[in-house]
């Protein structure tokens, strides 16, 4: 089982609608979760960070996270097509190794 | 704020010769920085994390004597690639940890080996 899953996509989404983004972790004790936007041939950009259950929101964007689950999700509101990108869900375990696990990434496209 | 830059964004180079890769945090002091490769439409590998003033710790699978590192202070860390081959032709980004949580990206540098 790989640690961090992720749905590769493509993931279609007409504009206006709201795209759901899901990932899967395999490591109980994680404790920090981030999001990132990677746009093709770009470097990943930092997006939303979560770290307790719920949801958090920020514009657009709403992260939620359920620990007992071992999910976390993104949502994104009124999707532009600038939203068009590569998601890549992030995974930091409990402890002082500042490591990131990533998954795979979903690819999202957003329909004008 | 949480700027890193990387220099050179884009290399091409002749195999045989070795590549020097520098990346910065603008605005903030990194203890630690990050190095990854990533190969077209896949997702990003870990290459080595850089300690400021210690010895990188690499990733297992990843030749330590070919992609040397150095993080010789709180802002730069370099990645050199040893006698480039074809198949080290990537993109190679790395990131700095503003916080024990939060990592940001430099914009990457392509390298393509002849």
């Known amino acids: 089982q790989k640690e961090v899953e992720q749905n590769s996509g493509p993931l279609s989404v007409p504009e206006g609608a709201i795209a759901s983004l899901n990932c899967t972790y395999s490591d109980r004790v994680s404790q920090s979760f981030f999001w990132y936007r990677q746009y093709s041939g770009k470097s990943p950009e930092l997006i939303m960070s979560?770290?307790?259950?719920g949801d958090k929101e920020d514009g657009r964007f709403t992260a939620q996270l359920n620990k007992a689950s071992q999910y976390v999700s993104l949502l994104i509101r009124d999707s532009q097509p600038s939203d068009s990108a590569t998601y890549l869900c992030?995974?930091?375990?409990?402890?002082?190794?500042?490591?990131?696990?990533f998954g795979t990434g979903t690819r999202l496209t957003i329909i004008p | 704020g949480a700027v890193v830059s990387q220099h050179p964004s884009r290399v091409i180079c002749k195999s045989g010769t070795s590549v020097k890769i520098e990346c910065r945090s603008l605005d903030f002091q990194a203890t630690t920085m990050f190095w990854y490769r990533q190969f077209p439409k896949k997702s990003l590998m870990l290459m080595a994390t850089s300690n400021e003033g210690s010895k990188a710790t690499y990733e297992q699978g990843v030749e330590k004597d070919k992609f040397l590192i150095n993080h010789a202070s709180l802002t730069l860390s370099t990645l050199t690639v040893t006698s480039a081959h074809p198949e080290d032709s990537s993109f190679y980004i790395c990131?700095?940890?503003?916080?024990?949580?939060?990592?940001?990206f430099g914009p990457g540098t392509r390298l393509t080996v002849l």
């Open positions: 990131s700095a940890a503003l916080s024990r949580d939060t990592q940001y």
């Open positions: 992030a995974v930091k375990p409990r402890g002082g190794n500042e490591k990131l696990t």
């Open positions: 979560i770290y307790s259950n």
